[in-house]
Structures are given as C-alpha cells and as structure tokens.
C-alpha cells in the first residue's frame, strides 16, 4: 500500500452571526442552529477528463481500500479581513 501525503488549507465565508460550537471542537454553527465542519473527503470520478465528479461515502472508500486520516484539523472563526 502506498501514502498520499496530503495539505490543505483555505477560508469558508459564513453569515454573520455564525459562531463557534461550544459543544464541538472544530465546528461552528450557522445562525440558523445548524451545525457545520469542514472536512476533507475523497472526491472521484470514472476518468480524468469526466464532469462526473462525486465525494466517496466513508463506506464506498473503505470498499476501495482508501483509508483517509486527517491528523490535524483546526478551525478557526474571524472577522472578514475584506
């Protein structure tokens, strides 16, 4: 089995009034009450030219021998700088 090595970083404009889960490490809630986290997923499609792109379900990658593990995962909640 071989390793992808992988990082990800970037921003999520969310409304105002979102704020952070007290509840839940890593996840804010919108003011709707909804809660959310951004995650990595494995998206897949049938060929490298395809439109058909999809995220793979924790199930589906298993079922294909894919095994993710995010090792760090911080989210952090500010004004917008824009």
Do not use: W
């Amino acid at each position: 089995m071989k390793v992808v090595t992988f990082t990800l970083q970037g921003t999520c404009l969310v409304p105002d009034g979102t704020t952070e889960s007290e509840e839940l490490a890593n996840h804010v809630r919108l003011p709707t009450g909804q809660v959310i986290s951004i995650q990595p997923v494995i998206e897949m499609t049938s060929h490298a030219d395809a439109d058909d792109h999809r995220d793979l379900s924790y199930e589906e990658a298993i079922a294909l021998d894919l095994h993710l593990e995010c090792t760090e995962r911080t989210i952090e909640l500010d004004e917008d700088p824009g």
